[in-house]
């Protein structure tokens, strides 16, 4: 079994994501009521690849990632109102949680084995480091959409990155932007 930087096995659970209307916002809650931080924060962006329900989407987004000992949140602001995985819901339900990521080995294998089991492909992009993802929706059965998360060297230092950043945070400069 392939064990991830931060302790994770490669195939689980590395990540739990929500909707927040102000990512600056949630973020300083998550700093001043559980003490999670530092945040990165990469955005506003519009997904290069971004394809939502088998269309071109053209949204733009906000995401934050920080740690909490192994654990990943990932926090998501949409900018916009086009249509995406991230307002489909009506307000105020819209905001909370909304899924799970795995970093996988074997992505299109899982990819698969999803969509066989009758959970549509709800939205898919190409991250900045070349790994693919996609969102399953699997709100049938769970709370929330499954995103896969392709399993490259580049994407396992980017959220490595993160990882050691949280292990080093003594509270200061608890919102970061990306490549500052």
């Known amino acids: ?33 559980l003490n999670v931080g530092p945040w990165i924060v990469r955005g506003p962006f519009q997904p290069p690849e971004g394809r939502y329900r088998g269309r071109p989407t053209a949204a733009t987004f906000s995401i ?7 654990v990943m949140i990932e926090l998501i602001q949409q900018h916009d109102d086009s249509p995406s995985v991230f307002n489909e819901r009506d307000l105020p339900e819209r905001y909370g949680f909304h899924h799970w990521a795995r970093l996988t080995g074997s992505f299109d294998d899982d990819l698969a084995a ?30 929330g959409m499954i995103e896969l998360i392709e399993h490259t060297e580049a994407q396992e230092r980017v959220y490595e990155g993160f990882y050691r950043a949280a292990l080093d945070w003594g509270g200061g400069d608890p919102v970061r932007r990306d490549g500052e």
């Open 1 to 33: 079994m392939t064990t991830l930087a931060w302790g994770q096995p490669l195939g689980a659970v590395v990540q739990f994501a929500y909707v927040v209307p102000d990512i600056d916002d949630a973020a300083a809650r998550y700093v001043e009521h």
């Open 114 to 143: 999803l969509v066989d089991s009758g959970y549509e492909e709800a939205f898919s992009d190409r991250l900045p480091s070349g790994s693919r993802i996609v969102y399953v929706d699997a709100t049938r059965d769970l709370a």
């Open 64 to 70: 934050a990632h920080a740690f909490s000992g192994g």
